[in-house]
């Protein structure tokens, strides 16, 4: 029962998660909004609400466990699983604009999140709250610099939407929140139940299974693309879904309910939140050498190795 709770609730995630970006989207046009802020902040919102509800349902549950495990599985997931995949399919050319704003970005929002969980292993509201003040700040600043470049990427944008009706808008806002509702619920539920069978903790499901689920869609759409080699992945969509995992979902939860670090399970802190940013810092030497500003396909094998490896440890 608690493995088909997990799959049921991922599988509500992804179908809420769809619905609600294409009304976010639809929405967006009827209030004009350009199609380069819908790109960078609706689209970017709208993606990262699985987890935001996965996050926050855990820190109601009084599992933060699950909350920081999801956010700290789900960045190691992006790099280690659909960055190592797609790479070894497919070679990814990197903007020279990525290690300007989006890496230090991710980088720095890295390390405030290991200080505010060591300092008293708690994630305040007041915490969340720069967090998420430091995303918004980070927003416009991306904005404005894409606004004078004439390679703002807003192909996620589907311009179909624009002329979409009220009703359906409506229709779709109401599925996605009714999937991300049950999703997160189930999800959450089955993966504590998983937990309790099979003798691990909860935060070892949701760093590992729950992380997995919630990079499915995006490791699928990646692939696909490689494949058709159509352009495969966006490394600074990438490491922006990083960004936003930390400074939305984990910042918007704690302002809701403050996530408390469980002192059972040290490893968050002396161990995986480590992985994260050992994954995330591990991008730059691999874009300057051996091949400049290209992420090839030994580069992919080692990222996916050390993700297999994170797995292993992390379910031991």
């Known amino acids: 029962m608690s493995l088909f709770l997990v799959i049921a609730g991922l599988a509500l995630l992804v179908v809420g998660g769809d619905f609600l970006v294409r009304a976010s989207v639809g929405l967006s046009f009827k209030l004009k909004l350009s199609k380069l802020v819908i790109g960078m902040t609706v689209v970017s919102f709208a993606t990262s609400a ?45 903007d020279k604009d990525f290690y300007k704003l989006n890496w230090p970005m991710m980088m720095m929002l890295s390390f405030v999140l290991y200080y505010f969980l060591k300092n008293d292993l708690v994630l305040t509201a007041i915490e969340g709250g720069i967090m998420f003040l430091a995303l918004v700040v980070f927003l416009i600043v991306l904005i404005r610099s894409s606004r004078k470049s004439t390679k703002a990427n807003t192909d996620e944008v589907d311009d179909s939407l624009a002329v979409v009706s009220n009703f ?48 499915v869609p995006e490791l699928a759409a990646s692939v696909i693309a490689a494949l058709k080699k159509e352009k495969a992945l966006s490394l600074g969509n990438l490491i922006g879904s990083n960004i936003f995992n930390i400074a939305s979902v984990l910042g918007l939860t704690a302002i809701i309910k403050p996530i408390v670090v469980n002192p059972e399970t040290p490893e968050i802190l002396s161990t995986n939140i480590w992985w994260m940013i050992a994954f995330a810092a591990i991008l730059i030497p691999f874009i300057i050498i051996p091949k400049r500003f290209e992420i090839g396909r030994i580069k992919g094998v080692v990222l996916f190795g050390a993700y297999l490896f994170f797995i292993y440890t992390a379910l031991k």
Do not use: C, H, M, R
């Open 50 to 94: 699985p987890e935001l509800l996965v996050s926050l349902q855990a820190a109601l549950d009084g599992v933060s466990d699950i909350a920081l495990g999801n956010v700290i599985g789900s960045n190691i997931a992006n790099i280690g699983l659909v960055l190592g995949i797609t790479a070894i399919i497919s070679p990814l050319a990197v």
């Open 168 to 215: 359906k808008i409506v229709v779709w806002l109401l599925i996605g929140a009714a999937g991300l509702y049950f999703g997160s619920d189930w999800l959450v539920e089955g993966a504590k139940q998983l937990a309790t069978s099979i003798g691990i903790s909860d935060y070892a499901i949701s760093v590992t299974v729950i992380a997995i689920g919630t990079s």
